[in-house]
Nanobody
Framework: VQLQASGGGLVQPGGSLRLSCAAS????????MGWYRQAPGKQRELVAQ???????KYAVPVKGRFTISRDNTKNAMYLQMNSLKPEDTAVYYC?????????WGQGTLVTVSS
């Protein structure tokens, strides 16, 4: 399984970005996809998850501002990020979990700064 994340960049506080993650390889029907982030000097943390059936989970700091979605026909996942804050600055990684295995993309940098 390979994951390719894209869509990061520099945005001003209050702005929006949309991250995309394209998955390829042996993708099974039942899985969990998610976005994690790692800020400088901090541990990687969960941002949001979405299971193949569509149920979602969000970290408290992003609830109400970020929306995770997926297109199972394209093996793709998205993260719409609105009302971005400087504390959202991090490298964002996409993750696929299936059959007790974790797969990671290469990460995309999001910088929120004026």
């Amino acid at each position: 399984v390979q994951l390719q994340a894209s869509g990061g960049g520099l945005v001003q506080p209050g702005g929006s970005l949309r991250l995309s993650c394209a998955a390829s390889g042996s993708i099974f029907g039942i899985n969990v996809m998610g976005w994690y982030r790692q800020a400088p000097g901090k541990q990687r943390e969960l941002v949001a998850q979405i299971i193949s059936g569509g149920s979602t989970k969000y970290a408290v700091p992003v609830k109400g501002r970020f929306t995770i979605s997926r297109d199972n026909t394209k093996n793709a996942m998205y993260l719409q990020m609105n009302s971005l804050k400087p504390e959202d600055t991090a490298v964002y990684y996409c993750n696929l979990r299936q059959r007790l295995l974790d797969f990671w993309g290469q990460g995309t940098l999001v910088t929120v700064s004026s």
